[in-house]
């Protein structure tokens, strides 16, 4: 990618650039945007040389049998919290071999949101070799705007991380 490319590139051409760059694989876990991040992901052509996949494991019996997401973890920090997150994203990561696991859950809405965790809370976690990383959103869209703006955080977190993986 050349110095000024990524203003008329697609952020999921951007990614898909920094990852043929770097070398590296991805792998990703879904469960509130049900499958939009890979998606956008494999709309961008080539992308088969370095996304292997993804899951969508939108029920927790998903999550834990598609990607090891630990039952204790489910229960005590529920669904939808940072430790999930983590775990979901390296999940992805090892059961695929990918270099790169991007995960995300959420409540997208418009039910299932509590005082504690409302409606529009998403986390967003990486997971490399090196580090894992989480991110806490808390969208106000209705449902497709919060599945899209999930979707669209993805994958700033997997540029934003490859980016700094640069220099």
Known sequence: MQYGETRTMTIEAQVGALLTNHGLT???AE?????LLGFRITSVSG???YYLGGFVAYADEAK???????HETLVAHGTVSEQTALE?????????GADLGISITGIAGPTGGTLEKP???VYIALSSPEADLCQRHVWQG???ANREQSAEA??????SYLQEQSG
């Open 26 to 28: 991805l792998a990703t």
């Open 31 to 35: 469960s509130c945007t049900g499958g």
């Open 47 to 49: 992308s088969s040389a």
């Open 64 to 70: 834990e049998w598609l990607l090891g997401v630990q």
């Open 88 to 96: 979901m994203a390296q999940g992805a990561r090892l059961r695929l």
């Open 119 to 121: 409606v529009g809370l």
């Open 142 to 144: 209705d449902r497709a």
């Open 154 to 159: 993805a994958l700033r977190l997997i540029r």
